[in-house]
């Protein structure tokens, strides 16, 4: 089993949607979660970080579930700008841990 | 404006060449970090250091050494390169007490 495991995608929405991406993690010991986008071919950038209580950042949530041991994001009114891959990483003592990345593509 | 370069956008090696890659970082930060990023497989840590001469191996360290003898400039090494090291390699550093890590813009490097 992956360390943290995420759905591919693609998720193909229209412009306006909401979208919800879910990231697990194995490692129940994990001690920080974050969301960072990559977009095509540039390197990844910190989107948010993840607390135990939920955290929102104007159209994007993010949501920690300690005993089902997952992250999501919820992305609202969607733009076609927010087309990326989403990374998600959890940190353990000394390292962070990427998943493979969830594709979102915002269609017109 | 936070910045982290690396030497090279795109490199082209032959099998057996030794390769350097280079990063610098300006903003004071202890934390440096090597990874490749391989589509499927995601980011996988080789290399980190946390301070000047220290490092330490990540999940993958074969066939790979690093060097840091200033705080600003780590540089990943591959003693002789081979076709399954062709990857895209990314560096990244980090202040302590900080969670995030800003990268560099990545090396597509191809192994022939």
């Known amino acids: 089993r992956k360390e943290v495991e995420q759905d591919p995608g693609p998720f193909n929405v229209p412009e306006g949607a909401t979208v919800a991406f879910n990231c697990t993690y194995s490692?129940?010991?994990?001690?920080?979660f974050f969301w960072y986008r990559q977009d095509c071919r540039k390197e990844p950038k910190l989107l948010m970080s993840?607390?135990?209580s939920g955290n929102e950042d104007g159209r994007f949530t993010a949501q920690l579930n300690r005993a089902s041991q997952y992250i999501s994001l919820l992305i609202r009114d969607s733009k076609l700008s927010d087309s990326a891959t989403y990374l998600c990483?959890?940190?353990?003592?000394?390292?962070?841990?990427f998943g493979t990345g969830t594709r979102l593509k915002v269609l017109a | 404006d936070v910045k982290v370069t690396q030497s090279s956008r795109y490199l082209v090696k032959r099998t057996g060449e030794k390769v350097f890659l280079e990063c610098v970082q300006d903003?004071?930060?202890?934390?440096m970090f090597w990874y490749r990023q391989d589509p499927g497989l995601g980011l996988r840590l080789i290399y980190f250091?946390?301070?000047?001469?220290?490092?330490e191996k990540g999940d993958i360290p074969e066939g790979y050494s690093v060097s840091r003898e200033k705080k600003e400039r780590f540089s990943l090494i591959l003693e002789s390169a081979s076709t399954n090291q062709t990857s895209m390699y990314l560096c990244?550093?980090?202040?302590?007490?900080?969670?995030?890590?800003?990268f560099g813009p990545g090396t597509r490097l191809t192994v022939t």
């Open positions: 990483v959890v940190k353990g003592t000394y390292k962070y841990i």
């Open positions: 490692n129940s010991a994990s001690q920080s």
């Open positions: 903003m004071d930060h202890e934390n």
């Open positions: 993840v607390y135990s």
């Open positions: 990244a550093s980090r202040g302590t007490g900080s969670y995030e890590q800003y």
């Open positions: 250091s946390y301070d000047v001469k220290m490092k």
